[in-house]
C-alpha cells in the first residue's frame, strides 16, 4: 500500500478558528451599517431621516445588521406603490458601499489569518 501523510491539520484547524472569531466581523459589520445610516440620514428629505434606525440582526454565529427606518413612507419610497414610482433612497447607498465592506472584511480575515 502507498500512503501519503498530511500533516499540519491540527495548525490549520487552529488558524481556521480563529479566522471565524465574529468579534472582529460584528465590528466591521457596525461600523459600515453605522455609516450606511449616516450617509442616508444626510441624503433623505424630510421626516423620513429621522426615523433611520440600525439594528442588530445577528443570531448566534450569524451576524448582521440591518439598516432602514421603521416609517412605512420608507418603504413606499424605496420600492415605490401602485400609484407611485419607486425613488430608491437606501438602496444606491448600501450598493456604494459594498466594495468598501468587503475589502474591510477580507482585511480582517487576513490579519486573522497572519495572526495565527
Known sequence: MTAVGITGLEALRRRLEAVSAPEPFKAVLREEAEAIAAEALRATPGELAQS????????GERLGFAVGTPDPAGRAAELGTLSRPATPWLRPIVEARLPSLKDKLGKVASARLKSR
Open 52 to 59: 433611520i434606525v440600525v439594528e442588530d440582526v445577528s443570531r
